[in-house]
Each structure stands twice: as structure tokens, then as C-alpha cells.
């Protein structure tokens, strides 16, 4: 079985605070693993992927993530938000087939 | 860059009725699928499609059908409505097969039924 969990269901920083949006998976293959960003009223757009590559991934708009087998975490980073950056974020993991797995999503709040 | 559009942003329709969310992509992917989306609980995979006329079910297709006639178009039926059926849905499409790919989405639907 394979399942996704973020810790947080909000997270709130200042704008030019780093970010830090974890993610924990369970999954008996090796997997491979998404973020999503969701801005209000518009799908999920890719933000990075992880498929057994290099262990840190970078992705669009500075942020990512590292994936830690050992902590079966993938938690996602960025130096300094910004205001734009205020969103839902998923983290995704797909086993072995087209089953993906979301998380129940983490909204970030940017203060000025 | 793959565009994945869904008919109706926004759609009110009453208890009973049959309606249809539809779904095109441009891009020759193989797999499409329908989600929903409620507060906390994520995304719900209802129904997916790896190719024409194929249809799997996923986590909840209860209240819910699907038709793939062409492999661009994928449609989702809604047979007799009802108010826990109100929700953001959303369509998203992949390339091929295997987990390596990622899910390309559209803008979602917002469906309230009254």
C-alpha cells in the first residue's frame, strides 16, 4: 500500500522567510514523487518531480525538495517567499502504475 | 505545453439532474482521469481511462459513470445528482505508462447542485 502525508495543513510566513512544507510517504516500491501548487480557482500545476534521480530536485519559481529514503520524506523548501507563492500545495506519490496518491494539502500563507 | 480544458468553470444544476463534465486535452495522451475535490480531504480519484473506451474505477466512482469515445475527450456523467456531489472537479491527463510522468490538469469545474 502506498500513502502520502503532509504534517501540516497551514503553514504561515513572512515574505523573504524561507519555506519549509514537509511530506512523509509509505510505499513498499520505490516511488516516485510530485508537488503540486494550487492557486485559488485553477488545477494543480507541477511544481517538481522526483523518479529516481538526483535526490534534490529543483523546480520551478526556486523551489525544492530532497527526497530522504531513509526518513521516507520529500519535503519541500524555498530560500524566500514571496507574496505570489500563497497557494495550496500537494505532495504526490505514484507507486507503480497511474495510481497517485495526494496529500490532503498544505496552505501557505506569505505575510508582508 | 499540454492544455488540459474543461468545459464549465462554474455549473449550478438541480437534485436529479443528469449532467455532464467534459474534458479535452490536446497533447495524444494515452491515460485521462476525473478527481474531486472537498476541504482536507485532498483529491479522489473517480474514474481513470488508459485508453478509448477503456474505463477503471477509482476510490470513489459511486453516483458516477464516464465515457471515452474519442482519446482526447473524457467525460464524466453525473446519472441522477445529488447535493453531496457539490465539489471542484478536476481532469487531468498523462502520457503513457508507468509512474515516471506527471498529471497535467485543467482549471477544475465548480459544481453545486441545489
Known amino acids: 500500500a502506498q500513502s502520502v502525508t503532509q504534517l501540516d495543513s497551514h503553514v504561515s510566513v513572512s515574505e523573504g522567510t524561507p519555506v519549509l512544507l514537509r511530506c512523509n510517504y509509505s510505499?513498499?516500491?520505490?516511488?516516485?514523487l510530485f508537488w503540486y501548487v494550487q492557486h485559488p480557482n485553477k488545477g494543480l500545476q507541477l511544481l517538481l518531480k522526483?523518479?529516481?534521480?538526483?535526490?534534490l530536485v529543483k523546480g520551478i519559481n526556486g523551489f525544492e525538495a530532497e527526497f530522504k529514503k531513509s526518513e521516507t520524506s520529500f519535503h519541500l523548501t524555498k530560500p524566500s517567499a514571496h507574496m505570489s507563492d500563497a497557494a495550496e500545495y500537494f505532495c504526490?506519490?505514484?507507486?507503480?502504475?497511474?495510481?497517485?496518491?495526494f496529500g490532503a494539502g498544505t496552505r501557505l500563507t506569505v505575510k508582508p | 505545453d499540454v492544455k488540459v480544458t474543461q468545459s464549465s468553470r462554474y455549473l449550478v444544476k438541480r437534485t436529479g439532474e443528469k449532467v455532464f463534465l467534459e474534458c479535452v486535452q490536446d497533447m495524444d495522451h494515452e491515460n485521462m482521469f476525473w478527481y474531486r475535490q472537498d476541504p482536507g480531504l485532498g483529491l479522489r480519484l473517480i474514474y481513470f481511462?488508459?485508453?478509448?473506451?477503456?474505463?477503471e474505477k477509482g476510490d470513489i466512482p459511486e453516483g458516477y459513470s464516464v465515457s471515452r469515445e474519442k482519446k482526447e475527450r473524457f467525460s464524466l456523467i453525473l446519472e441522477s445528482a445529488s447535493t453531496n456531489q457539490t465539489s471542484m472537479y478536476l481532469c487531468a491527463s498523462t502520457l503513457g505508462q508507468g509512474n515516471r510522468q506527471p498529471q497535467h490538469f485543467g482549471d477544475g469545474t465548480r459544481l453545486s447542485i441545489l
Open positions: 510505499s513498499s516500491y520505490s516511488p516516485s
Open positions: 504526490v506519490v505514484n507507486m507503480n502504475n497511474n495510481d497517485m496518491r
Open positions: 522526483y523518479t529516481s534521480a538526483a535526490t
Open positions: 481511462s488508459y485508453d478509448v473506451k477503456m474505463k
